[in-house]
């Protein structure tokens, strides 16, 4: 299954799980990297800058992985991206704001920059800030997501920029990757992940998902001031006494509908894989 992601990375699938706050942690990431794919983690994720940098310390040599920046109002950035330097992370998504500084850092010991766009102006910055990719965060994503279709804004975005796009929004079987893979260069999958054993999600947060569908995702400004999907029950639940909206409103996109079961990542992926040979098979 090669693509421009999986030659640029030397992972084996163009299967990206996706950094979210507060979910993604070492488990996940380690399964789906041994798995073929490859996991990313929002630097903020770790407490401390000296959580992360430990984190890269003992990451094992040789498994690919990614870290996600934030870029606007992250007192943390300079450190964070230091320690990457520092320890040559592979792969950085960058998120909110100029990638410029990001990209010159990390392309100094070869690492790739990523990008989180959501239409084509944005797109266009980080082309000429000189990202290696861009990530199309089409409407129906987890998280902070645009508005745009996916089958539109990938295709859209790569034509205009001449950049490998991976799709983001929605994406939870293997028949999803392979419409997919017909407009990008890659998938990456938040939402299905976060249902997963490894995952630092509550259990309860996982159950929501089993039970959920795409009637019941809101898209709000409202919880960090910039819009994005959330599951309408937790945001319900945050207005609670004794809530804590960062940790009890829950992140969660479209892809919710085809949610069923809680299974180990790496044999997510293998199914994600299975799915697409097998729709691949059946197409006329």
Known sequence: METAVTRMLGIRYPIVAAPMFLVSNRPLLEAVARAGGIGLIPTLNFRQHADY??????WPSGLPFGVNLI????????????????????????????????????????????????????????????????????GGAGGHAGTISPFVLAPWLRQETGLPVLVAGGISTGRQMLAALALGDGVYVGTRFIATRESGASEEYKRALLGAS?????????????????LKSSLEAAGKEGARPWKDVWSAGHGVALIDDIPPAGVLVERLVLEYEQTKAELP
């Not at 940098?53 to 003992?58: G, I």
């Not at 797109?123 to 000429?128: E, R």
Request: aromatic share 6%; with cysteine; charged share 20%.
């Open 53 to 58: 940098r430990a984190f890269l310390q003992s």
């Open 71 to 138: 870029l606007r109002h992250n007192p943390r950035l300079e450190e964070d991206l230091a320690a990457t330097v520092e320890h040559r992370v592979p792969l950085v998504v960058t998120s909110l704001g100029d990638p410029t500084p990001v990209v010159e850092a990390v392309h100094t010991y070869g690492g790739k920059v990523w990008c989180d766009v959501v239409g084509l102006r944005h797109a266009k910055k980080a082309a000429a800030a000189g990202a290696d990719a861009l990530v199309a965060v089409a």
């Open 214 to 230: 795409p009637e019941e995702i809101v898209y709000t400004p409202e919880v960090t001031g910039v819009p994005a999907n959330f």
